[in-house]
């Protein structure tokens, strides 16, 4: 069996007789030559992603002003950022969104307009002590000006991602990007075949210590990254590297509509061929990387697999669910990511890059454990008006009048023959109508388009969903589209009372 040392791969990175290739040329190798003969081959095997990384940020040491301060709370181009350290220390975080303009603009734009050499306007403040006096402090500097400015990402580098989509009849905003109703479309993410974690996905060769391509300049794995979950194949890394040396291609802010900001996050990573199970580990293809479509539109934490797929399949631009064929989009770029496992593969063969084995191997069995909850989750069953008045599809809008006055209620829900919620009617689209000397059909001048809870969704996400659409109320419905209850702001401000109250 063929064995080599790092030691051995740098000497020929030194002499200049190394053998690169990238990931996506290796299954190749494998298929031609055998396991054995292309570890004998190949030395080490370039990989990389260029993705959306939310779990990512910065460190800055911004030097002492005269008087000093110990700044409690600060903001860069309206953007907080955390000051619990010492006096002059800060992280902000890629996902912080400014103070005044909202998801347009976050940490994610402070960190690359920092990289673009552009000016930063800072503000502090402190409630003073005798060591540091000042209170307030406004400045405007670049990077050059920061002492350090490390980035520090606390989990990026998913081995995988799920991909998604979206069941319901509603358009999703989320940190997957907008997903088209009637499962519109399918959106993922991860270079599948060129993954770092996908290529050495028992850390034999990533692990704290190893060092990296990050954002166009060398940095280093510093630990397993937070949520890490080998055991389900959705392995991460803990990354930093120095911002003062990075390249603005390989890092970009991004806003994801309806959700808020994020960082676009370039890395590479070199697997040495030490023997022919690495070798083997690298002939990974999209065809053997498989991951689920999960169904964004049920709010809860384990969310219903769609289907499984691969990347070969999500690559190829449309993916078969219950026979309806259906577009997929990627969110973080293939192109970038094989510039970067290239640009690797030429720092190292130029003896630009020299690959290191980690200090200390990263768990490839942990599981990933779900926030421990000491409180039941309410669900909107637990909240909901059960004793609830409807009207039939087909009535006039002075059938409706005397219901609600007779039955005290504000909204009815319209129902078909079938008993299928259909619509709703207010007391303030009857008095419109009759203002406007409209007495309709229901159907003229009911909504059609109902913002509607069900029976089984935990009371936050209604609650959110009542305040999004800055209604007052909304039908709740069963699996069968059955009207069942009704939920209103009322039932909710006297739960946060109760709350409150215990």
């Given amino acids: 069996m063929t064995e080599k040392t790092i030691e051995d791969i740098n000497t020929r990175i030194a002499d ?29 095997v370039t990989t990389g992603t260029f993705g959306a990384m939310c779990s990512s940020g910065v460190w800055m040491n911004f030097g002492h002003s005269d008087p000093p301060i110990k700044m409690q709370r600060l903001w860069l181009n309206d953007v907080e950022a955390y000051t619990g350290v010492a006096a002059v220390d800060a992280y902000i975080g890629a996902a912080q969104l400014s103070s005044s303009r909202g998801m347009d603009y976050g940490g994610a734009h402070v960190i690359e307009d920092l990289v673009s050499g552009k000016s930063i306007d800072i503000h502090a403040i402190s409630q003073g002590t005798d060591c540091y006096p000042r209170k307030l402090l406004d400045t405007t500097l670049t990077i050059e000006d920061l002492n350090q400015a490390i980035m520090m990402n606390p989990r990026n580098a998913y081995q995988k991602y799920a ?8 358009l999703l905003h989320t940190y997957m990007g907008t997903l088209l109703p009637n499962c519109g479309n ?37 630990g397993e990254g937070t949520q890490h979950d080998p055991n389900d194949q959705f392995g991460t890394l803990m990354v930093q590297g120095d911002l003062k040396k ?118 490839s069995t942990r599981v990933c454990k779900p926030m421990k909850q000491i409180k039941e989750q309410l669900m909107v069953v637990d909240v909901m008006a059960t004793r609830i008045t409807t009207i039939r599809q087909g009535l006039c809008i002075e059938d409706a009048a005397k219901i609600i006055m007779e039955s005290s209620f504000s909204h009815l829900p319209v129902v078909s023959e079938e008993d299928k919620l259909v619509g709703i009617i207010t007391a303030w689209d009857i008095a419109k109508a009759v203002a406007e000397n409209k007495y309709n059909k229901l159907d003229d001048v009911m909504t059609k388009d109902v913002i509607k809870a069900e029976a089984t969704e935990p009371i936050d996400i209604a609650a959110c969903r009542l305040d999004q659409h800055n209604i007052s109320a909304m039908p709740v419905i069963d699996k069968h589209s059955k009207v069942v209850g009704i939920i209103t702001s009322d039932d909710f401000s006297k739960l946060v009372a109760r709350r409150r109250d215990k």
């Avoid at 200049?16 to 004998?40: F, N, R, W, Y």
Wanted: glycine share 8%; aromatic share 8%.
């Fill in 163 to 170: 991909s998604a989509s979206n069941s319901s009849n509603r």
């Fill in 186 to 222: 399918i959106t993922y993410s991860g270079s599948g075949v060129l993954s770092p974690l996908s290529n050495d996905p028992e850390y034999r060769t990533i692990g704290f210590g190893t060092r990296i391509f990050l954002c166009g300049t060398q940095g280093y794995v510093t």
């Fill in 16 to 44: 200049g007789s190394v053998h690169v290739v990238t990931a996506e040329e290796m299954p190749d190798i494998v298929s031609q030559l055998g396991p054995e003969q292309a570890a004998k081959e190949v030395d080490i």
């Fill in 246 to 363: 990075m390249d603005k291609k390989y890092i970009r802010a991004a806003t994801f509509n309806g959700y808020g900001t994020s960082l676009y996050v370039g890395i590479g990573i070199p697997i040495p061929i030490l023997n022919s199970d690495l070798a083997k580990a690298t002939a990974v293809t999209d065809a053997n990387i498989t991951t689920s479509i999960l169904d964004y539109s049920v709010p809860q934490r384990d969310k219903p697999v769609l289907r499984n797929v691969t990347y070969e399949e999500l690559k190829s631009g449309m993916i078969d669910i219950n026979g309806h064929e259906i577009l997929t989009s990627p969110l973080s770029s293939f192109h970038d990511a094989r510039s970067i496992a290239t640009e690797l593969k030429e720092w190292v063969k130029q003896g630009k890059f020299y690959p290191t084995l980690p200090v200390e191997r990263i768990s």
